[in-house]
C-alpha cells in the first residue's frame, strides 16, 4: 500500500495545462500553479519610490537613524552600515529601505509635512523665522545660534564632526526644548543662558555627557531638556551670560 501524499507534497509547482487538455474522462484538475509575485510591478505601484531625494531628506533619515541607535532599535554596526547608505542614497525608494522596519513614530523625530503650506504654518515662529529642528554634522561642522528660532524639539547628530548650539540669543517658541544628542566619534557643545532651567539625562559609553549646567531657572523660564547618547565622543552643557543682556 502506497504512503498517503502529504499536503506540502501536493503544493508543488505544475505547468499550466494547455487549454482544451484533458487526459480521459475521470480525469481531475491538477494543482494550481504557484507563481512568483511580480515585484517590480509592486514597486512601480509607488511612483514616490522613484523620485530624487535631496540632502534634506538624507539627513532627515540620518536623523531617524541615530534616534534609532540612541533607543536600542539599532545595534552600532547596523547603524554603520546603514549611514554609510544614506550618503550614496539616490531616490526616496533607497531612503525608505534603511526606514521601514524603524518605530519612526516613536523616535521623536519632528517629520515635515510634505505640503509646502503646511509646512510654513507648522515650522515657523512668531517671528516669522523657519524653526531650527535638525543639525548633522558628518565630518564637518554645523552652529545654532544668534536670532535662530527653536521649537519644542532639536535633533543633533555628529559624527566624526562638531556642533555647537547656542541658545543665549534664540527665539524659543515652546515652554520646553527637548535636544536629542547623537555625538559618535565627535562632538557636540550646547551654552544655555543662566536664565533657563536645564535638565541633562545622557549617556556617555566611552565619551562624555556634561551635566554640570543643570539646574533651575527663574519660574515661568524655558526648560530645556538634553538628552542622547555620547559613544567615542562628547555632550558638554554649559551655562554662559547671554551676549546681549537686555534680552
Known sequence: MAAPRTRLAA???????????TSGPDAT?????LRKPDLTAAHNLDPRARLRASDADRELVQQILSAALSNGSLSLSEF?????KVVVAKTFGDLDNLT?????????????????????????????????????AVMSGW??????????????FALMGGIDIDLREVE??????TIRCAAIMGGIDITVPPDVTVEVNGLAVMGGFGGKAAGLGPPGAPVVVVTGLALMGGVDVKRKPRKNPEK
Open 100 to 136: 521601514d522596519d524603524l518605530p519612526v513614530a516613536q523616535l521623536g523625530v519632528p517629520i515635515p509635512p510634505s505640503s509646502a503650506t503646511g509646512s510654513a504654518s507648522r515650522l515657523s515662529s512668531g517671528s516669522g523665522r523657519r524653526l531650527v529642528h535638525n543639525a548633522v
Open 172 to 177: 524659543f517658541t515652546a515652554p520646553q526644548l
Open 143 to 156: 552652529e545654532i545660534g544668534g536670532n535662530a528660532a527653536v521649537g519644542d524639539n532639536l535633533q543633533a
Open 11 to 21: 503544493m508543488t509547482i505544475s505547468p499550466e495545462p494547455s487549454e482544451g487538455h
Open 29 to 33: 484538475p491538477g494543482p494550481i500553479p
Open 80 to 84: 554603520d552600515e546603514r549611514s554609510s
